[in-house]
């Protein structure tokens, strides 16, 4: 027979009444704690959607590591279904983000990460000047986010994170031109040959002439690329 418990929360139980990854079944949550499985069933949903669990088959129910971005993203899409200027509202708070924790963020890079950078840098040339070029766009978020990695806090990273899907989602990743992506990717090389040098002044002086591109592009007003 099931308790007459009204006061159960699935966020509460997933954050502070589970000690293993793993979660028990809605059939047994439902019994233990004295509600509905559809009850239930609608609440792990909303935990799906913030990307607290995910549920398979095989495995059940297990709780996820805590990440920030899809909870931003889902409100960030959804505000820029209603007005596609959010967009570059977001963006702006992306660059502040970034200015603001560059420093912490170069200075904990490692040589490995350095040398990741690099070849990210390289990979992007390369792709550039192949016939017919292709656009490094992977390589471009990869690039911005291996740069604050080790910054050890979940929001700015899921912030950050949230942007670039985003950034795709609204068609940036496309072809902006062969000039204005050699001129982005010539300046990418000078950050990380900075960061490689230990010129942190010098790389954020550089990582702000890497916003001002965006001055070059037609359009600003309506779009953001980087």
């Given at each position: 027979?099931?308790?007459?418990t009204t006061?159960?929360?699935?966020?509460?139980?997933?954050?502070?009444?589970?000690?293993?990854?793993?979660?028990?079944?809605?059939?047994?949550?439902?019994?233990?704690?004295?509600?509905?499985?559809?009850?239930?069933?609608?609440?792990?949903?909303?935990?799906?959607?913030?990307?607290?669990?995910?549920?398979?088959?095989?495995?059940?129910?297990?709780?996820?590591?805590?990440?920030?971005?899809?909870?931003?993203?889902?409100?960030?899409?959804?505000?820029?279904?209603?007005?596609?200027?959010?967009?570059?509202?977001?963006?702006?708070?992306?660059?502040?983000?970034?200015?603001?924790?560059?420093?912490?963020?170069?200075?904990?890079?490692?040589?490995?990460?350095?040398?990741?950078?690099?070849?990210?840098?390289?990979?992007?040339?390369?792709?550039?000047s192949d016939?017919?070029?292709?656009v490094p766009?992977?390589?471009?978020?990869?690039?911005?986010?291996?740069?604050?990695?080790?910054?050890?806090?979940?929001?700015?990273?899921?912030?950050?994170?949230?942007?670039?899907?985003?950034?795709?989602?609204?068609?940036?990743?496309?072809?902006?031109?062969?000039?204005?992506?050699?001129?982005?990717?010539?300046?990418?090389?000078?950050?990380?040959?900075?960061?490689?040098?230990?010129?942190?002044?010098?790389?954020?002086?550089?990582?702000?002439?890497?916003?001002?591109?965006?001055?070059?592009?037609?359009?600003?007003?309506?779009?953001?690329?980087?």
């Amino acid at each position: 027979m099931m308790k007459a418990t009204t006061s159960f929360h699935f966020l509460d139980y997933l954050a502070n009444g589970v000690q293993d990854e793993r979660l028990p079944s809605l059939e047994a949550m439902s019994a233990e704690h004295g509600i509905s499985a559809s009850v239930l069933r609608e609440q792990l949903q909303v935990a799906r959607a913030l990307g607290l669990v995910e549920v398979r088959p095989r495995t059940g129910i297990r709780r996820l590591p805590y990440s920030f971005a899809p909870a931003v993203s889902q409100s960030l899409f959804y505000a820029m279904a209603r007005d596609a200027h959010s967009f570059d509202q977001f963006a702006d708070v992306r660059r502040h983000l970034e200015r603001a924790y560059w420093f912490e963020a170069v200075e904990k890079l490692t040589r490995e990460d350095i040398a990741e950078l690099r070849q990210l840098v390289t990979r992007a040339q390369q792709m550039l000047s192949d016939t017919p070029i292709q656009v490094p766009h992977s390589e471009h978020r990869q690039l911005h986010l291996a740069i604050y990695q080790h910054v050890a806090n979940p929001f700015v990273i899921g912030l950050l994170e949230a942007y670039w899907s985003a950034y795709e989602a609204v068609g940036l990743n496309r072809y902006t031109g062969i000039d204005y992506l050699e001129q982005v990717w010539a300046v990418h090389d000078q950050i990380v040959t900075a960061i490689a040098a230990g010129d942190f002044d010098l790389g954020h002086r550089l990582l702000n002439d890497h916003f001002a591109l965006i001055e070059q592009l037609p359009g600003r007003a309506a779009k953001e690329s980087k």
